[in-house]
């Protein structure tokens, strides 16, 4: 008996980077159902699209998401171009939507103005799960009103969205940050809170301290976090105007019952948000638990250089709510229909036959080598076919073609001229 030889496989020379991800075909169909679904829910509240560039001059990552950041301070892909200009990897999508908006004078249209983008994103994080270097990103924003009604409506999309998805176990968290009239005594309560402690916190907050006392709230280190015990709400140094709205916001989630909890800690890590902020946290993801996050930023064209507008919006990790769909793939995906055939004519009639269907919107497989019927079964059960046509020149001289039904093994004759009427449905 001759041996079989045994496949080498070979070396993998080059690989990815890490933090960076291939998304297969096997995951695919999940990517484009959770895109799709988020464009259907989007469009029904007036959103739309908007594409903005992978690359962005680097100034407007400094000034919208603030210098003394994480992201900024450590997490940028920033490179010179042959032009000696400084760029970056977008690291979030909010400043280049602002930036457009302004380029091309969308503020002149009526307020509103709805817009979602999605694509990837780059932040040089330490990679693990749930957090990589290059990362998919689904967000909106809304540009042109400050009514509290649109906050709750932004988060009431968000929940309706995940709804759609069918993800569950998540919860809803709020906050108001406050604005430019209510932080400086914010700021001053929580430098004198800071003052006596500042030996126990990082390098880097000792530096934030003088700078940028809130993003001392948002640093991860452990012993910065311990440091932290009993330190200054924002929430009670809210100006009556941040207050007020703030207010409306809970009364009109209440109204739309939409439930949530207020984390007072929760300050978000990147300086354009003012009023409202919010998360979205699924605890079964451990760490990197929140699958979509945002919040107000009413400054943040102003300081663009464009007229004053304010606006809200946010932004689904598109990787975290894959992790969670992950299991209910097989759902999702429209299972094929795969046409098994023997004899030339036979696999002449399948490919004409498989063209017919798939024009009429099914999803076909066909054999393409001469194999024996066991192995086409064989490869219709590892794609998941749940019937296959089995057509073989007896068959084709009756005009006829076996239905089986891959779960219960049973076949049945019909027709080929009624395989249309049969499958219409379920194929049942
Ligand atoms: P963000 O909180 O930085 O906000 O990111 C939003 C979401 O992106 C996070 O909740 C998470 O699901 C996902 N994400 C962030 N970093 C990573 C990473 N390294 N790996 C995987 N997923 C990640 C923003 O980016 C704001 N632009 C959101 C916004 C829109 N605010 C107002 N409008």
């Not at 009429?360 to 219709?380: H, M, N």
């Not at 794609?383 to 007896?394: F, H, N, P, R």
Request: aromatic letters at 8%; hydrophobic letters at 35%; one cysteine or more.
């Amino acid at each position: 008996m001759t041996k079989k030889k045994e496949r080498k496989k070979p070396q993998v020379r080059f690989k990815s980077l890490k933090g960076v991800q291939d998304i297969l075909p096997s995951e695919i169909e999940l990517w484009q159902h959770i895109e799709e679904t988020s464009r259907k829910v989007f469009h029904s509240y007036g959103y739309k699209e908007l594409r903005i560039p992978i690359i962005e001059t680097t100034d407007i990552f400094i000034r919208s998401i603030g210098e003394t950041t994480d992201i900024v301070e450590k997490e940028m892909y920033t490179f010179t171009d042959k032009g000696g200009r400084s760029i970056t990897l977008r690291p979030e999508g909010t400043a280049p939507l602002v930036r457009a908006f302004i380029e091309h004078h969308l503020y002149n249209q009526s307020p509103p103005q709805k817009f979602y983008y999605s694509g990837p994103m780059f932040r040089y994080e330490r990679p693990q799960a749930g957090r990589l270097r290059q990362f998919y990103q689904i967000g909106v924003e809304a540009l042109g009103t400050e009514d509290p009604k649109l906050d709750a409506e932004v988060l009431s999309m968000l929940k309706l969205l995940l709804q759609r998805l069918d993800l569950k176990g998540l919860s809803f968290e709020i906050n108001s940050i406050g604005c430019i009239v209510c932080r400086p005594d914010y700021r001053t309560s929580l430098k004198g809170f800071l003052k006596n402690k500042l030996h126990l916190f990082c390098g880097d907050c000792q530096k934030r301290y003088e700078i940028n006392p809130m993003r001392v709230l948002d640093c991860k280190v452990h012993s910065c976090i311990d440091a932290r015990g009993g330190v200054p709400r924002i929430t009670e140094y809210l100006c009556d105007d941040c207050r007020e709205h703030f207010e409306s916001v809970k009364k009109h989630l209440n109204t739309l019952r939409i439930p949530y909890s207020i984390n007072p800690d929760m300050v978000r890590g990147l300086d354009y948000y003012t009023k409202t902020t919010f998360e979205v946290t699924a605890s079964s993801l451990g760490a990197q638990k929140a699958v979509a996050a945002g919040g107000r930023y009413d400054g943040l064209v102003e300081d663009f250089g464009g007229p004053s507008t304010p606006g809200i919006g946010f932004a689904l990790g598109m990787e975290r709510i894959v992790s969670l769909l992950k299991d209910g793939l097989r759902k999702i995906e429209p299972s094929p229909l795969f046409i098994a055939s023997h004899g030339k004519e036979a696999s002449e009639a399948a490919l004409t036959l498989a063209e017919g269907l798939r024009s009429k919107g099914l999803v076909v497989e066909i054999s393409y080598e001469d194999a024996s019927l066991r192995s086409q079964l064989r490869k219709a059960d590892n794609i998941g076919a749940k019937y296959v046509l089995i057509l073989g020149e007896e068959e084709l001289k009756k005009g006829k073609i076996i239905l089986r039904d891959m779960e219960t093994k049973k076949q049945k004759e019909i027709p080929i001229k009624e395989i249309d009427k049969f499958l219409s449905g379920s194929y049942e």
